[in-house]
């Protein structure tokens, strides 16, 4: 069943457009207090943000939804989406709430929602919370039992020590220089202190967001700056995030990007090596054969699933795994967090480089990627979807064949927005071009 508001990852889109309103959050905000308020304790919800000025807006509309429906309200102010989840499930909470639009433009907002285990709801929950929003309101509290509101302090502090502990004991920093870029986001305060306190010399940039700079030009998404300043000072490694934090992109100390593909297999490895990996790694259809090849020749297998951190979770549940991720940079530490972790996955890759004692240049690349090419294509929805025309469909296939079984296509609507995307890779990357290209051009005409 097709979902109304819910994306691949919770409520998106530009702020004060349908559906990222503040009437159509404020109904959220009462379906999901209703689906989540169970039993006779005090309910709680605990906010997080991250630095749009929207956010703002949305939170009042939150707060004002969840207290009417006699929930108390916890608001830590901007924060990484992981320690919602993580404040959640400490906490005790019966619903978790993270106001961001992750890597998307300051213009963008949206809504994640956790659960009172600290792990994103499933289709079927928010399939049953569409269906509350769009029915009469009911069940708010009486005046008695209207809920309250209050910001918690010292959450910040909470999560650094709860990341800190994810750092294997007798290990330290010292003596490494780290360029933090904390894209203008929710993680601008307390990432620097994370590596700092662990012992290495922090040099933080695009801490400064003023409501419309976040990831502008900066962050996991533009990682240039980040590389730049890595080579200009003398620094031993990059380490990106996004506007919430969730996902993790590093250079070497040359300047070279290490994705979410190598990083995995970094840390797979290490893990495996030690018998401390559980099951395979859960990755998406978009990692690259290159990992899926090199985790192989390890003896490590590998799943895929659709993409959306979401579902690398909750296969990863499924199949008792430890670790998964995307190429994206969402890596999933599935012994310390429900969620992807930036900061987290970060200090698993610099467990690694410690004890390796090599250079990230030695250590960060485990393996060469097939060459792969991803293009979108915009398409008219009032004219229907051009994946079901025969003339597409003939093409995809044609394309098919001819990477063979050393390549593979993936073609895939955004979950967002009008958009197709075509991705295709293989050995051969001019055949791997000419494949893409056919389809788009097929797509256009459709």
Known sequence: MARKYFGTDGI??????????????????????????RGDHRHKVVIGKDTRLSGYMLETALVSGFVAMGMDVYQVGPMPTPAVAMLTQ???????????????????????????????????????IEALMDAPISGLADPKSIGRAKRIDDAPGRYIEFVKKSFPAGLSLEGLRIVVDCANGAAYKVAPAVFYELGAEVIPISVQPDGTNINAMCGATKPQK??????????????????????????????????????????????????????????????????????????IGMLR???????????????????????????VVGD???????????????????????PMSEVGRVFDPVPQLLKNIRFNEEKGMPLEVDSVKDVI??????????????????????????MAEGDDGQLVENVVDNIIEAISKA
């Open 397 to 422: 296939t044609a394309g098919e064949a001819r990477l063979g079984e050393t390549g593979r296509v993936l073609i895939r609507k955004s979950g967002t927005e009008p958009l197709i995307r075509v």
């Open 226 to 299: 980040m590389c730049e300043t890595v080579v200009d000072k003398g620094a031993h490694l990059g380490v990106a995030l996004d506007g919430d934090a969730d996902r993790l992109i590093i250079c070497d100390e040359k300047g070279r990007v290490l994705d979410g593909d190598q990083l995995m297999g970094l840390v797979a490895k290490f893990l495996h090596t030690r018998d401390a990996l559980k099951g395979p790694l859960v990755a998406t259809v978009m990692s690259n054969l290159g990992l899926e090849r090199y985790l192989a020749k390890e003896g």
């Open 336 to 358: 310390h967090a429900t969620t992807g972790d930036g900061i987290l996955a970060a200090l698993q890759v610099l467990a690694v480089l410690v004890q390796a004692q090599k």
């Open 90 to 128: 400490s906490m005790r909470c019966d619903l978790g709430v993270m106001i961001s639009a992750s890597h998307n433009p300051f213009e963008d907002n949206g809504i994640k929602l956790f659960g009172p285990d600290g792990f994103k709801l499933s289709d079927e929950t928010e399939l049953e």
């Open 12 to 37: 998106r889109g530009t702020a004060n457009i349908h559906p990222v309103t503040p009437d159509l959050v404020l109904r959220l905000a009462l379906a999901a207090g209703k689906k989540f308020t």
């Open 305 to 331: 699933t659709p993409v959306g951190d979401r579902y690398v979770v909750e296969n990863m549940r499924v199949h008792g795994c430890n670790l998964g991720g995307e190429q994206s940079g969402h890596l």
